[in-house]
């Protein structure tokens, strides 16, 4: 039986935004092995259903549009749109799709930026579908993407998802919202919940993360003996319609293509049916929840096996499992990358291969200064191929990084290479090239051709925000809610 902690969720969650950004050193195992071997993971798309503000989006919900499937090719229209500097205006089709002609336009070689792509251009139209709706955290709109998220990303369907962001006091917004390649534009994938029906309790917590009405659900029921580990109460949903709250989800989200679903392994795990358009499972990560899914989850989708790779650190403590997408199950499997010397460490999937790459940091900030350890992952074969701590090139040193904001990292199929973008000791957004060639991999100064991707002022927090998109044989950047995306033509 789940017994109740002395700490109650609701007194400890305001504090581990203090602790997340612990590092320290490394594991693991050789033989090398090229990324660029790897054929891209295969994914299917389906066409979503309708979501609503309410429960499950039935009656009484708000329901959006029907969430397009995956776009295989451009538009045949005649509006090419306009390309001025580095600023690209797309032209569509009747359809929404940007047109190949226009596409053409976007030279290769250099950051170039997309008009008209801002995230927070949504809020108008979540007003109108759900009125009164309001965001009650600090960061607004731009929390949703700078606030210790990051994106689940469908390479195949050429899509992303920023999906429950904000958390804490950052942003209060649980919506779901995707951008399609594609169309080079943000939708509504699913509503956030009707706000007018919060109490002035929620309304006015530190962290948007926890419900007090639901944690008190939680401690009756666990008072009770009736606690069940599936779909039962919990401080991270909220009482009045049992969607998920707001939270920080940091690498924890991803796209599974068998289900068609969206799966966050953050606080529980939750799945979300894009064909339902309604969350329709949630899960402890045990019942002696503790020490578990907290903060700087990092998660992967086997497909092989169809099950969810997890490892989690922050203030609980390093965590590890992995979760059967068939069974419902936790199989008590760990991860390569579980443990302190991973905690906020950038990660980037390309076929069967992930890279996982924790920042250098100067050994003057302490003893658990981060070392630059790598790891090159098989998920179909379940084993590290290659391990390593970095050396530099250009000059580099472990001297020049401050403690970071958790970087991001993208890898390169025509350069096989890896390009991160992490914090500098100058607070701004440093791009670095990872050579996974040499041995060790080799760590350098990125240069390019015009302006580089930035977020908003003081944030170097990326994630997994670099997407490399087949489909288009470029790089995707989604920047902060106020600022336009960002491509990168090969």
């Known amino acids: 039986m789940l017994k109740s902690s002395l700490l109650s969720p609701r007194l400890w969650l305001p504090l581990v935004g203090l602790t997340v950004l612990f590092a320290a050193c490394g594991?693991?195992?050789?033989t090398p092995n090229d990324p660029s071997a790897a054929s891209s993971s295969s994914g299917t798309g389906g066409s979503g259903g309708s979501g609503g503000a309410g429960g499950d989006g039935g009656e009484g919900g708000v329901k959006p549009p029907t969430p397009p499937g995956p776009d295989a090719e451009w538009g045949t229209g005649s509006e090419t749109g306009t390309l001025e500097g580095n600023v690209w205006t797309p032209g569509r089709d009747?359809?929404?799709?940007?047109?190949?002609?226009?596409?053409?336009?976007?030279?290769?070689?250099?950051?170039?930026?997309?008009?008209?792509?801002?995230?927070?251009a949504l809020d108008a139209e979540v007003k109108e579908k759900v009125p009164g709706w309001n965001d009650y955290g600090s960061g607004d709109w731009n929390a949703v993407t700078v606030a210790w998220n990051a994106p689940a990303h469908d390479p195949e369907g050429s899509r992303a998802w920023w999906v429950s962001s904000g958390g804490h006091a950052d942003s209060s917004n649980n919506g779901i919202y995707r951008f399609d390649a594609f169309r080079m534009a943000y939708a509504i994938e699913h509503l956030p919940s009707d706000t007018t029906q919060w109490s002035e309790a929620y309304k006015s917590v530190s962290t948007y993360t926890s419900c007090p009405e639901s944690s008190a659900e939680y401690d009756a029921a666990v008072a009770a003996g009736t606690l069940k580990e599936e779909n039962d109460w919990f401080y991270d949903e909220l009482y009045w319609d049992r969607q998920p709250t707001a939270r920080h989800t940091y690498s924890g989200v991803v796209y599974v293509p068998k289900t068609n679903e969206l799966v966050m392994a953050v606080r529980r795990l939750w799945r979300y049916s894009r064909d339902e358009g309604k969350w329709v499972y949630k899960r402890l990560p045990a019942m002696d929840w503790q020490n578990k899914l907290g903060e700087e989850s990092l998660a992967i989708y086997d497909e092989y096996k169809d099950q969810l790779l997890v490892a989690s650190c922050g203030s609980n403590g390093p965590w590890s499992n992995t979760f059967d997408m068939n069974t419902s199950n936790w199989t008590g499997e760990g991860t390569s990358w579980n443990g302190w010397d991973w905690n906020g460490a950038a990660d980037a999937r390309f076929g069967d291969f992930v890279g996982i790459f924790k920042v250098p940091e100067d050994p003057a900030t302490g003893?658990?200064?981060?070392?630059?350890?790598?790891?090159?992952?098989?998920?179909?074969?379940?084993?590290?191929?290659?391990?390593?701590?970095?050396?530099y090139a250009d000059g580099l040193s472990a001297v020049d990084f401050p403690v970071g904001d958790s970087a991001g990292m993208v890898y390169i199929p025509p350069l096989n290479r890896y390009w991160v973008a992490a914090r500098t000791k100058e607070a701004k957004l440093g791009w670095f090239e990872l050579n996974p060639t040499t041995e060790p991999w080799t760590l350098g100064r990125l240069v390019q051709d015009g302006p580089t991707p930035t977020l908003t002022d003081g944030n170097t927090l990326v994630r997994r925000r670099i997407l490399w998109m087949p489909k288009l044989h470029a790089l995707v950047f989604l920047g902060a809610a106020e600022k336009n995306i960002q491509v990168y033509r090969f």
Do not use: C, H, M
């Open 27 to 30: 594991d693991p195992s050789e």
């Open 94 to 120: 009747e359809s929404g799709l940007v047109n190949a002609d226009s596409w053409a336009l976007v030279p290769s070689g250099q950051w170039i930026e997309v008009n008209g792509t801002r995230l927070d």
């Open 367 to 391: 003893q658990y200064a981060a070392k630059g350890l790598y790891q090159l992952f098989n998920v179909k074969e379940r084993k590290v191929v290659q391990s390593g701590t970095v050396q």
